[in-house]
């Protein structure tokens, strides 16, 4: 990871005026000279740019409602009021359009799943027990049949968003893939805080250099960060082991983890 200098190679640094005269495009050719030839103060602009951009999301999204509203709505729970509020919102709001099918896939992705096991282990126990029983080994050849079932309906389920948890004794990793990128997720305790780091995998890697990421535990907001030029981010000081992660990309793709959960 690059480190970023911390001084001006060209004294005086720019100004804050001259910086956001080039955030205007209204800036001099002095200052943009200046910017070409001094790696603090492009730091400085890029910095700026990237507040620029939260600023935006954050307002943009000031009248949206909840994840846990958008929850209840697709699972059918809320007044008819509250419910004819959030379909107004949703034909002129794409992110919260988005968000929404994020939701109803994952909840019909953990039904489908739920029914398909439980008619492969009728289906595997129907089978069984039209075999000859066997003296030894039967519970075990039930086992395997029933695992040979789910492995065959995983196979056949949407992949977005499916979260995987992978864990170790200093750290436990989640994986959340979507049909173009992957996210990967490693959680460690320090303390009684938790450090959460982060990685989007997509064959577009400009497309998510310097996106937004959120992380919300509830309704809260519990820490922001943005994604270096690896597509990586650090998020420190988390109190809560399940949370909400949301990644924004500066053209406004968003990948979002609705349920991340860690065990410790």
């Given at each position: 990871?690059?480190?970023?200098?911390?001084?001006?190679?060209?004294?005086?640094?720019?100004?804050?005026?001259?910086?956001?005269?080039?955030?205007?495009?209204?800036?001099?050719?002095?200052?943009?000279?200046?910017?070409?030839?001094?790696?603090?103060?492009?730091?400085?602009?890029?910095?700026?740019?990237?507040?620029?951009?939260?600023?935006?999301?954050?307002?943009?999204?000031?009248?949206?409602?909840?994840?846990?509203?958008?929850?209840?709505?697709?699972?059918?729970?809320?007044?008819a009021g509250t419910q004819s509020w959030i379909e107004d919102h949703l034909e002129s709001c794409v992110s919260c359009a988005r968000e929404l099918?994020?939701?109803?896939?994952?909840?019909?992705?953990?039904?489908?799943?739920?029914?398909?096991?439980?008619?492969?282990?009728?289906?595997?126990?129907?089978?069984?027990?039209?075999?000859?029983?066997?003296?030894?080994?039967?519970?075990?050849?039930?086992?395997?049949?029933?695992?040979?079932?789910?492995?065959?309906?995983?196979?056949?389920?949407?992949?977005?968003?499916?979260?995987?948890?992978?864990?170790?004794?200093?750290?436990?990793?989640?994986?959340?893939?979507?049909?173009?990128?992957?996210?990967?997720?490693?959680?460690?305790?320090?303390?009684?805080?938790?450090?959460?780091?982060?990685?989007?995998?997509?064959?577009?890697?400009?497309?998510?250099?310097?996106?937004?990421?959120?992380?919300?535990?509830?309704?809260?907001?519990?820490?922001?960060?943005?994604?270096?030029?690896?597509?990586?981010?650090?998020?420190?000081?988390?109190?809560?082991?399940?949370?909400?992660?949301?990644?924004?990309?500066?053209?406004?793709?968003?990948?979002?983890?609705?349920?991340?959960?860690?065990?410790?």
């Amino acid at each position: 990871m690059a480190i970023e200098p911390v001084t001006c190679s060209r004294p005086p640094a720019l100004t804050e005026d001259e910086l956001e005269a080039v955030l205007l495009g209204a800036a001099d050719a002095s200052v943009e000279e200046h910017l070409v030839q001094c790696p603090y103060c492009a730091a400085r602009l890029k910095a700026l740019q990237r507040f620029e951009r939260t600023l935006q999301v954050r307002l943009a999204r000031q009248g949206c409602p909840s994840v846990s509203m958008l929850g209840d709505y697709a699972l059918g729970l809320l007044d008819a009021g509250t419910q004819s509020w959030i379909e107004d919102h949703l034909e002129s709001c794409v992110s919260c359009a988005r968000e929404l099918h994020v939701i109803q896939d994952a909840l019909s992705d953990r039904t489908a799943a739920r029914t398909a096991a439980r008619t492969a282990a009728r289906t595997a126990a129907r089978t069984e027990r039209q075999r000859p029983r066997q003296p030894d080994g039967s519970a075990d050849k039930l086992g395997r049949l029933v695992n040979d079932w789910q492995r065959r309906v995983a196979a056949l389920l949407a992949p977005s968003p499916r979260v995987a948890l992978r864990g170790s004794d200093q750290a436990e990793r989640i994986v959340a893939a979507t049909a173009r990128e992957r996210v990967i997720l490693e959680s460690v305790l320090q303390g009684d805080r938790r450090r959460l780091t982060g990685q989007v995998l997509s064959e577009d890697v400009v497309a998510w250099n310097s996106a937004l990421v959120e992380v919300y535990h509830g309704d809260d907001l519990a820490a922001t960060a943005f994604l270096d030029d690896l597509n990586e981010f650090v998020c420190d000081g988390l109190t809560a082991s399940s949370m909400r992660v949301m990644i924004t990309a500066v053209d406004g793709r968003q990948i979002v983890i609705p349920d991340a959960r860690f065990d410790s």
